[in-house]
């Protein structure tokens, strides 16, 4: 199945920005959706950006709308997240994930049960 591997967190203060990559490989069946989603300690996990690998189309929650911009490399094989404008809220484990094969009708790309591919995460805190 497909490995994914999240790098790009750290530390920064409030108003900073930073770039988190997601880089996918070991594919066994087209990627469909890649995404971004953050779960804070004792919190469920909630989605932050999606984008359809295939047309682009891109995907954001209200926490990182108009601050946050996802893309994908030519390949499609790496995903970035441009966070800029960060608030101390921001701050918590930030997961790459993907969807493989095939999606339904009423498949739902925005849900953090949706992807069947996860990276181990990447920590970003945002200190006032």
């Known amino acids: 199945q497909v490995q994914l591997v999240a790098s790009g967190g750290g530390s920064v203060e409030a108003g900073g920005s930073l770039r988190l990559s997601c880089a996918a490989s070991g594919y066994i069946s087209p990627v469909n959706f890649m995404g971004w989603f953050r779960q804070a300690p004792g919190k469920e996990r909630e989605w932050v950006a999606v984008?359809?690998?295939?047309?682009?189309?891109?995907y954001y929650a209200d926490s990182g709308k108009g601050r946050f911009t996802i893309s994908q490399d030519n390949a499609k094989s790496t995903v970035y997240l441009q966070m800029n404008s960060l608030k101390p809220e921001d701050t918590t484990m930030y997961y790459c994930?993907?969807?493989?094969?095939?999606?339904?009708?009423?498949?739902?790309?925005?849900?953090?049960?949706?992807?069947?591919?996860w990276g181990q995460g990447t920590q970003v805190t945002v200190s006032s």
């Open positions: 984008i359809r690998t295939s047309g682009g189309s891109t």
């Open positions: 994930a993907a969807r493989t094969g095939m999606v339904w009708a009423g498949y739902d790309p925005l849900s953090p049960t949706s992807p069947n591919a």
